[in-house]
């Protein structure tokens, strides 16, 4: 079709270079591009031009290009894929979006493709963390399948992370324009969505319950040969339950998703976090096999950030930060944090365990999850401030968070002024109880 070999021609669309094609649907083409400003690859969505001028559906195709182009700069997380520019062009408008190299979840939703149920579980978490990021900026995402998740794979082939995609049928709650109803991918629409009724969270909920039975078992909640007959599945059947399906799935699996597939709102999750939770509780209570991921778990090191008093005024976001910036150690009883005399260079939050603080041979502190250690390594100005004064001992076996300035430096800026206010109340504290110990000793004592 002529409008495909626009900016081809050329290598262009706009000032973003083609490299390849990456795919196309019946109404739009996506691009890798090269944005050589910012020396980046970028993935460019741009709507045909034949769909525009079609006197049914132009006109929705033209408010789903809005939906993206009214959420560039908006949506920061980990997990969500970043819209860096959109350009209504009158002839093809398009999108600038984040590249992300891989697959989609769709590749792991055949019966010989299937992804261990543990990974499964920690991406269901991630997504819902995600999705729940995306509700509070008062948006619905409505597409929830698993084409629109990005996979993110390591150098070995395995997924690793996801990021989600694709919010040209999100609905703004806060939007004052009419926004078009009943979207979505009919195998993952909550019952309520197929009525066009205008749907809250719990719609979203629903599509990642489906989207986890189909990664778990190979096939949708509901198949049918007509869509006729599929609708009437999804609102008066139940569907199959998951345990037996494969090995490791039990009753408490089955369960957490077939609440997510309610078919009433009411009987699903009421939020995002209550969700998150039942799938990250099915790991911390064993309920999942631990084959391949033997490690502590990104779901299970988020958990243990928020439980933590010195990661308390962080959010989801800032929190996500830190699960994959930090360096995770485990340290035994009796090991030495710190030498009295050697220059700092690292700075840990206790996570687990507990150490001593000595000086001159004297026991002066005792430090338990939650606190930090020698975080004068960040924030003193000077090599000789940062030098040791106390030997830091670790005197219950410890799981630290620590970072590097240099670690700190990749940090989002409002991370890092979490962080400073954070060790601004430390020292606060550490102070008053300075205070308290000159004057009143014998209390102390």
């Known amino acids: 079709m002529v409008e495909t070999d626009i900016g081809l021609e050329h290598g262009m669309i706009g000032k973003y270079r083609i490299i390849r094609k990456l795919g196309e649907g019946a109404t ?19 709507v045909r031009a034949a769909a525009l001028i079609d006197a049914v559906d132009g006109p929705v195709y033209a408010r789903f290009f809005a939906a993206e182009a009214a959420l560039v700069g908006r949506l920061q997380h980990p997990n969500v894929v970043q819209i860096y520019d959109a350009v209504a062009d009158p002839i093809a408008p398009y999108v600038v979006m984040e590249y992300v190299p891989g697959t989609t979840l769709r590749t792991y939703c055949r019966a010989d493709q299937l992804l261990p149920l543990e990974l499964i579980v920690e991406l269901g978490f991630k997504c819902a963390m995600a999705l729940g990021y995306v509700y509070r900026q008062g948006l619905i995402h409505r597409d929830v399948k698993p084409a629109n998740i990005l996979a993110i794979t390591n150098a070995a082939g395995m997924v690793t992370d996801i990021k989600l995609t694709d919010f040209g049928s999100a609905l703004n709650l806060a939007a004052e324009s009419t926004q078009v109803h009943q979207v979505g991918s009919l195998a993952y629409m909550a019952p309520e969505q197929l009525d066009g009724q205008v749907p ?23 198949d049918a040969p007509s869509q006729a007959v599929l609708m009437n ?8 339950p998951l345990a037996g399906m494969r ?30 939770q039942a799938l990250s509780g099915l790991i911390a209570d064993h309920k999942v096999p631990r084959g391949h991921l033997q490690g502590v778990l990104d ?7 928020r439980s933590l008093d010195f990661f308390s005024s962080f959010g989801d976001v ?28 690292t700075f840990h939050i206790m996570a687990q365990g507990s150490v001593e603080v000595y000086r001159n041979g004297k026991r002066v502190a005792l430090l338990g999850a939650g606190t930090s250690v020698g975080e004068m390594a960040y924030l003193a100005p000077s090599p000789e401030l940062r030098r040791h004064s106390t030997d830091v001992v670790v ?14 430096l990749q940090l ?14 430390v020292l606060v504290r550490r102070l008053h109880a300075a205070h308290e110990a000159l004057a009143h000793p014998r209390r102390i004592l």
């Open 247 to 276: 090995a490791g799935v039990n009753a408490s699996v089955d369960e957490v998703i077939q609440k997510a597939l309610a078919k009433r709102p009411e009987d699903r999750y009421p939020n995002w976090d209550a969700f998150a």
């Open 395 to 408: 005197t219950e076996p410890a799981t630290t968070i620590s970072f590097t300035p240099e670690a700190m």
């Open 200 to 222: 809250d969270c719990r719609a979203d909920i629903y599509a990642l319950g489906a989207v986890l039975y189909h990664l778990i078992a190979g096939k949708p909640p509901f």
């Open 28 to 46: 739009s083409e996506v691009f890798l591009c090269r944005d050589d400003f910012h020396d980046r690859n970028v993935a460019v969505k741009r």
């Open 412 to 425: 989002s800026p409002a991370c890092r002024h979490l962080f400073d206010e954070a060790f601004i109340r």
């Open 299 to 305: 779901s299970e090191r988020f958990n243990l950030l």
């Open 318 to 345: 800032e929190l996500w930060e830190v699960v994959h910036r930090a360096k995770w150690q485990r340290f035994s009883f009796g090991h030495a944090l710190y030498r009295r005399g050697e220059e700092g260079r």
């Open 233 to 240: 599945q999804i609102y008066n059947h139940t569907p199959p």
